[in-house]
């Protein structure tokens, strides 16, 4: 028998959708049956590649008994975290309030039915009492039991959980914006003081990437001043260096590590030893945009082979495994498969030998480090040897052709044999926010690595969204279009959050850097102007996560530090910087500008910890360079203006973007028409709101590129 889930479209609710637990969604019709009952209402956030949300399912949610507790006691409902972030950020800081610790998946929160204050809640926990905790059984019994013992004193909780929550927001304050510089060598400092010299990454097991704290070093790497950011070492030589070396040993170790699919391409999630070995086994599509960007930046910085492949191999898995048919990128690729946790990606000893040739064996052997216990439960998972790393094989050629060769022989048949193993579960449902994370990985990896094809996937996306998550409202009153947030079985819906808009601009801004189309400006601009209009506190300056006519929640947030996705502040701010020099826009600069005001205690005091924010800080006035290049024909037709473009792209600059625009593109606005092409290739650099006269040569372009 299915449950109230049965007519969801997302893939993780579809899941619970014949336990016989009585899930709800969360929709306003569980919401009035919770106050109509005066019963607590049980919420349980999860998301499909999660593990330890299938374990829990086997466990209770299929388990009858529990499930008869839950329904007499409960109105139980059942949240994709992916789809209701909005929720998930509450409860998540709701839990860490009430317990005193970081909370995670999946969650599981008691509420009242008034007001929707949580006042209990915890992550995991078994049927049967282990691990030091309690049956879940039992656990509802007790909950339940204690709300209607307690229920007068819970009737306006809510109200003091919601000023709780509240103070959680940046106050207006007096503190100016930090110098940017200033900013900067606080958080290379601070990430210095957790960085593992050993083995990369910050702090210790388990290990995550951290992709936008590593952003920040990169830009920290190619700073002017570098010489002064790291005040605390020992020499000015060592904090010159300090940043690159945090960047480049992290980059080495997790793509010769586990936490990269050597087979495959692409990262899991995180690893659960400090030496980047063995990873928790799902792979995430906002996880690997952010690395397939940090991997594009550190190979054009740093030139380092090891890096392009790592990005190669992650947009072409990308393209294959995660590119619907109608353009968007799914969301997530399960951990476990068979009900076992990396059963898909591991291989015993007996499998490798009888699969491969003795040559194809040893050199796999020797590639891997297969010597030994296996890695992961009596099975092999490949971590690359460091003796025969990307150096060492162009130091000997010969060598390294023999390896290269039996390599590519081994992973042809290990692959085909792994494609017919049951794959891990695809979450296919499309979610707008991940998705322009992606088109600016794609756009990216297209221009760096020079794969048109990769600029062509991220375009194919962008056109997805723009014709099934944006509903074009500029015919009503208001004039402003609205971003929907989640696609699954042909069907768009949910209101667009932050996230939503902010990471779209920021992907499409990239996207015009790597191709110009004229109608992926208009996009952008229609989607800042939506997110003005929707989000932006025009009182205190910020944005909310949720738009001001998004559904009542216990608290309206503005957040400011990254998670394991940037903050929606940040991009927001990033996006509006970028924009409004590329147009000469000043209510896109003043509103970014307003938004860093508020902001301005935490980027002094925690730089680091609002990565993105720092790096968009840096955008402020003339740092943020700005170059237009015009020519005859479509750029990509014009021999000259690729020249132009590839010079400019060859220069690492985090700060300076590059647009080129033929001379006949239509719809410009006013601002961006006045760079106008003329009887041969021409450019633009603008800084801040000054822009040079039409440069007409390369060596005149040049020198705009010279340190001097």
């Known amino acids: 028998m299915s449950n109230q889930l049965i007519n969801q479209t997302s ?108 006042f209990f809640a915890g992550t995991y926990f078994p049927a049967e009492a282990r691990y030091n905790m309690p049956g879940f059984g039992e656990l509802l019994e007790k909950i339940s039991a204690h709300f209607h013992e307690n229920s007068e004193k819970l009737t306006d909780y809510h109200l003091s959980f919601n000023q709780a929550l509240e103070k959680l927001n940046p106050q207006s304050s007096a503190s100016k914006i930090p110098d940017p510089l200033t900013a900067l060598a606080h958080a290379s400092a601070h990430l210095a003081k957790q960085y593992d010299s050993e083995f990369g990454g910050f702090g210790d097991a388990p290990k995550f990437p951290h992709p936008t704290q590593l952003e920040l070093l990169l830009v920290a790497a190619r700073h002017p001043n570098l010489t002064n950011l790291v005040k605390q070492t020992q020499s000015a030589k060592t904090a010159a260096e300090m940043p690159a070396q945090m960047v480049t040993n992290t980059l ?60 190669m191999a992650t947009a072409q898995w990308v393209v ?41 064996y040893s050199v796999l052997e020797n590639y891997f480090g297969l010597y030994g216990e296996a890695n992961f439960e009596g099975s092999w998972h490949f971590n690359r040897n460091p003796e025969t790393d990307f150096e060492l094989l162009a130091n000997n050629p010969e060598t390294g052709h023999e390896i290269e060769r039996a390599w590519s022989a081994a992973k042809s048949k290990l692959l085909a044999i792994r494609n017919a193993r049951i794959r891990p579960a695809l979450d296919d449902k499309i ?48 004039g402003e279009g609205r971003m929907l947030a989640a696609y699954s079985q042909g069907k768009a819906h949910l209101n667009g959050y932050l996230d939503d808009y902010a990471f779209m601009l920021d992907g499409l801004i990239e996207l015009l850097e790597s191709s110009w189309r004229s109608a992926d400006l208009e996009f952008a601009t229609a989607i800042c102007d939506a997110m003005l209009a929707r989000f932006e506190d025009q009182e205190n300056g910020g944005f909310f996560f949720t738009s001001h006519d998004h559904e009542k929640l216990l608290c309206r947030q503005k957040y400011g530090a990254d998670d394991a996705i940037p903050s929606g502040n940040g991009a927001a701010i990033l996006g509006l910087l970028k924009l409004g020099n590329l147009l000469g826009e000043s209510k896109y600069l003043q509103s970014a500008e307003t938004a860093l005001s508020l902001f301005a205690d935490d980027l002094e005091h925690h730089p680091s910890v609002n990565g993105l924010m720092t790096i968009a800080l840096q955008h402020l006035g003339d740092q943020h360079t700005t170059v237009i290049i015009r020519g005859d024909d479509a750029p990509n037709q014009n021999a000259t203006v690729q020249k132009w473009r590839r010079f400019c792209n060859a220069q690492y600059q985090p700060l300076t973007h590059i647009f080129a625009i033929e001379k006949d593109a239509k719809n410009l606005p006013p601002t961006l028409a006045l760079r106008k092409a003329g009887k041969t290739t021409v450019a633009y650099v603008c800084k801040g709101n000054r822009c040079t006269p039409a440069i007409t040569s390369l060596q005149e372009l040049k020198k705009q590129f010279s340190p001097d």
């Not at 005066?38 to 499930?67: Q, T």
């Not at 495959?264 to 063995?278: A, E, N, T, V």
């Not at 992606?438 to 997805?464: C, H, N, T, Y």
């Open 11 to 118: 893939p993780y609710l579809l899941q619970h959708a014949n336990n016989p637990v009585n899930w709800h969604a969360w929709t306003e019709h569980a919401l009035e049956a919770a106050r109509n009952q005066n019963k607590p209402i049980l919420l349980s956030i999860g998301y499909a590649a999660c593990h330890w949300c299938h374990v829990m399912e086997r466990e209770s949610f299929e388990n009858d008994g529990i499930a008869e507790i839950m329904n007499k006691h409960f109105v139980c409902i059942k949240v994709d975290r992916e789809e209701r972030p909005d929720l998930d950020k509450i409860y998540q800081i709701a839990h860490q309030m009430l317990t005193q610790r970081p909370g995670g998946w999946p969650l599981t929160i008691a509420l009242t039915p008034d007001g929707h204050a949580p």
């Open 320 to 360: 294959v495994d995660m590119q619907q048919s109608d353009g968007g990128y799914a969301s997530t690729l399960d951990a476990d498969s068979e009900g076992e946790e990396g059963k898909y990606y591991v291989w015993s000893e007996t499998d490798l030998r009888a699969i491969l040739a003795e040559n194809e």
């Open 252 to 311: 080495a170790h997790m793509a010769q590590g586990g936490l990269f699919d050597h087979l495959g391409g692409g990262f899991f999630r995180y690893s659960i030893d400090r030496k980047w070995q063995i990873p928790h086994f799902e792979k995430m599509l906002y996880d690997n945009a952010q690395l397939l960007n940090l991997y594009c930046d550190g190979y054009h910085l740093f030139g380092n082979a090891q890096y392009a492949h790592a990005a």
């Open 431 to 478: 979610l707008t926010a991940w998705n322009g994370l992606m088109i600016k990985g794609m756009a990216k990896a297209g221009r760096v690595l020079q794969q048109p094809e990769f600029i062509q996937s991220a375009q194919i996306a962008a056109d997805f969204v723009r014709d099934n998550m944006w509903q074009d409202r500029s015919h009503e009153m208001s």
